[in-house]
T-cell receptor, first 116, second 117 residues
């Protein structure tokens, strides 16, 4: 059973508008969450992360929101640009506060298309 | 030099062949990983090496055999694979356990696309 779910396989957004990518998780032990971005023929690259002690983390045009009670996180991209077109993976990790790095559990990804 | 380099980028092999995938990282990291990405599935962790010791083997069939001769190199030896093993195999590295590094920030290679006939 999937512990990290990205229920939207694809999303299409107009340039300049907001892109919202969603992710749900089932394991309450997860305490660190990450978003990765993947272009075709390249490996995933780290984009932004958030620990479970926060509910928001912002980095430029990218903001991640965490709702622990709903076991839900989302990535907001504002404004969206054509270069943001890629597959976005949500990932979760446990044991951060235990002093060791848990291994990442990934979602299936959401393909974002930003149209000019 | 890119941070994590994987060779070959593409590999086609028969079910009776023996081949190896190679990964090299130039980032000074102390942990390396093999992930598998099959079509329509999430990335699946296969193996984790930390300081050259295998710390995780995620119920991977024995036809996949990892090797980590030093902290910069990681291999995945393949033998008697099945067509369902066709996938993108991604190598990653991280400064595992370092207080300076965000946990889980993996640095991925571009992957090796494997096709088993």
């Amino acid at each position: 059973d999937q512990q990290v779910k990205q229920n939207s396989p694809s999303l299409s957004v107009q340039e300049g508008r907001i892109s919202i990518l969603n992710c749900d998780y089932t394991n309450s032990m997860f305490d660190y969450f990450l978003w990765y971005k993947k272009y075709p023929a390249e490996g995933p690259t780290f984009l932004i992360s958030i620990s479970s002690i926060k509910d928001k983390n912002e980095d430029g045009r990218f903001t991640v929101f965490l709702n622990k009670s709903a076991k839900h996180l989302s990535l907001h991209i504002v404004p969206s640009q054509p270069g943001d077109s890629a597959v976005y993976f949500c990932a979760a990790s446990a044991q951060y506060y235990g002093g060791s790095q848990g291994n990442l559990i990934f979602g299936k990804g959401t393909k974002l298309s930003v149209k000019p | 030099e890119t941070g994590v380099t994987q060779t070959p980028r593409h590999l086609v092999m028969g079910m009776t062949n023996k081949k190896s995938l190679k990964c090299e990282q130039h980032l000074g990291h102390n942990a390396m990983y093999w992930y598998k990405q099959s079509a329509k599935k999430p990335l699946e962790l296969m193996f984790v090496y930390s300081l050259e010791e295998r710390v995780e083997n995620n119920s991977v069939p024995s036809r996949f055999s990892p090797e980590c001769p030093n902290s910069s190199h990681l291999f995945l030896h393949l033998h008697t694979l099945q067509p369902e093993d066709s996938a993108l195999y991604l190598c990653a590295s991280s400064p595992r356990g370092s207080p300076e590094a965000p946990p889980g920030e993996l640095f991925f290679g571009e992957g090796s696309r494997l096709t088993v006939l």
